[in-house]
């Protein structure tokens, strides 16, 4: 089935916001990395500025820089409405306000988008979708995956998490996904099936508390054994 833009809701994190979700540090940041379902984030921008080896791969990037813009454009003022109506499952002490935590998104998808023609160009952004992701075994130190797997609980299934996962702890040493929480901040159902499925695959996991909170109570990450 094609990929529809329509279908998604652009809204890229910071590099910040990647860092802490992650707990990157220093060696972690000078390490080939994979952000998957990376979309309009500045991370891949960010980290390649500082010198990073990073490669992103989203479906999104098979659509132009216009495309991408416009549909931005026309989800942005939603997602201020949304954050308004759900302001009480946020935690509001790092971003201020709805409207605050909108522009810093803003801020972070105008510097993706300042950066995607080059990344395009060089390699560092990858149409491209799990499963089957287009990369060679063992490829990468670290996989990272934000705001995509288990956040979607409703929409995709324990068997696409499993898939997901597995594919990636064989293209990357390390694997780490946040959120582990669904829309509602309800801790996905499918996390322990999936954790006990890696292990069987010989990826054992472990769930680790971040310092990151913006949908409230959601802190942690899981960090996966890969290849
Ligand atoms: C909510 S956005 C998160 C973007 C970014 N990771 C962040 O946290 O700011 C989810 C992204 O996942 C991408 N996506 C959806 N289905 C995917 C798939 N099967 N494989 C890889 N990425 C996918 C979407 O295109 C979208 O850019």
């Not at 605050?100 to 972070?108: D, G, I, K, N, S």
Request: proline share 5%; net charge neutral.
């Amino acid at each position: 089935m094609a990929f529809d833009l329509q279908d998604i809701v652009p809204f890229g994190r910071s590099y910040r916001e990647y860092v802490d979700m992650f707990a990157l540090d220093e060696a972690d940041r000078s390490c080939p990395i994979l952000d998957c379902g990376g979309g309009p984030a500045v991370f891949n921008a960010e980290l390649t500025r500082q010198g990073g080896r990073v490669i992103s791969a989203d479906p999104v990037y098979a659509f132009t820089a216009g495309a991408i813009r416009a549909r931005i454009d026309e989800v942005v003022p939603e997602m201020v409405v949304q954050l308004r109506r759900n302001r009480e499952k946020f935690r509001w002490d790092r971003s201020g306000s709805p409207e605050e935590l909108v522009a810093l998104r803003r801020t972070a998808m105008e510097a993706f988008l300042a950066d995607y023609p080059a990344g395009l160009r060089e390699g560092r952004y990858v149409a491209a979708s799990l499963p089957g992701l287009p990369f060679a075994a063992r490829r990468f130190d670290l996989a990272l995956v934000s705001h995509l797997l288990f956040l979607y609980s409703d929409h995709l299934e324990e068997a696409f998490h499993a898939g997901a996962l597995k594919e990636l702890a064989g293209l990357a040493r390390e694997v780490r996904v946040f959120p582990l929480a669904d829309l509602n901040a309800r801790r996905s159902r499918h996390l322990e099936p999936v954790r006990r499925a890696l292990d069987k695959a010989g990826n054992p996991s472990e769930v680790v508390q971040v310092d990151y909170e913006s949908q409230k109570g959601v802190n942690q990450m899981l960090r996966i054994v890969g290849a």
